[in-house]
């Protein structure tokens, strides 16, 4: 192909898509003269979720800037925290960010989960309907012009995930009032609601319980509150400390 040549200078967090950027910051890239700058950028291996501003010879230009020979380009990462208009923040995790899921509902952040592989049609369908933020670490996925917002979850490990997903969209944070089975907001109950739920022991120390509004799963202190309680209070201070 012997199209226009664009040179292409990445923001750093934007190599990890690009890796041939890594040494200079930049590639030489061939356009064939009709596609969209987005597009260009998107061909590259960056998912357009991760883009910020585009920048031509140092002016901001539109993503659908079509290139012309010898342009310089900058590619700057999306800006955080990032503002994700028109609807209440919420989310949508695909199937491989199950504790991701379970430590955002932890801490009140509506977060829808499929625990199966629904396929990308699917989700990005659902992320459309119900107006959520998809979350994955697939790019084919983050690729889909249905998706209602997404964003790319940079790292494997859930600390990260989680502090990532905080510093990126600053949620707020109501910890202690989701089910981390299911999304479901928690009500305070009796022991005698949740009875048939609790073994001897449980049902002999704790007299603090709430149950699920939409499974009825049981929740109390119990065994595994020490590490839940430290997830909390990481990302209240977290949250505090960016104020
Ligand atoms: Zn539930």
């Known amino acids: 192909m012997n199209g226009p040549e664009i ?3 990445f923001a750093p967090e934007l190599h990890v898509f690009v890796p041939r950027a890594r040494q200079s910051g930049s590639v030489r890239a061939t356009t064939d003269g009709v596609s969209s700058l987005g597009h260009v950028v998107e061909s590259l291996g960056v998912p357009l979720t991760e883009v910020g501003v585009l920048l031509v010879d140092g002016r901001e230009v539109p993503f659908a800037h079509v ?5 310089s380009v900058t590619v700057r990462a999306v800006a955080r925290p990032q503002q994700v208009p028109g ?6 995790l695909d199937v491989h960010l199950g504790t991701l899921a379970r430590r955002l509902r932890l801490l009140g952040v509506d977060t829808a989960y499929e625990s199966t592989d629904i396929g990308d049609p699917a989700l990005a369908a ?6 959520r933020v998809m979350l994955s670490r697939d790019r084919g996925l ?5 998706l209602w917002a997404g964003a ?5 490990r859930p600390e990260e995930q989680l502090r990532d997903v905080l510093e990126r969209f600053r949620p707020e944070l109501l910890p202690w009032t989701r089910c981390t089975a299911c999304n479901g907001m928690l009500r305070t109950a009796s022991k005698d609601e949740v009875a048939d739920q609790l073994k001897h022991g449980t049902h002999a120390t704790y007299d603090v ?4 509004g939409a499974c009825g799963r049981a929740y109390w202190k119990g065994a595994h509150h020490e590490q839940l309680e430290a ?11 960016r104020r």
């Open 7 to 9: 040179d292409v200078e």
């Open 67 to 71: 290139p012309t020979a010898g342009e």
């Open 87 to 92: 609807a209440p923040l919420r989310f949508l």
């Open 126 to 131: 659902r992320s459309a309907a119900e107006r």
């Open 142 to 146: 983050l690729r889909r012009r249905e």
């Open 152 to 156: 790319f979850v940079y790292s494997t």
């Open 209 to 212: 319980f709430a149950r699920c």
């Open 231 to 241: 997830i909390v209070e990481q990302a209240l201070a977290l949250r505090a400390e």
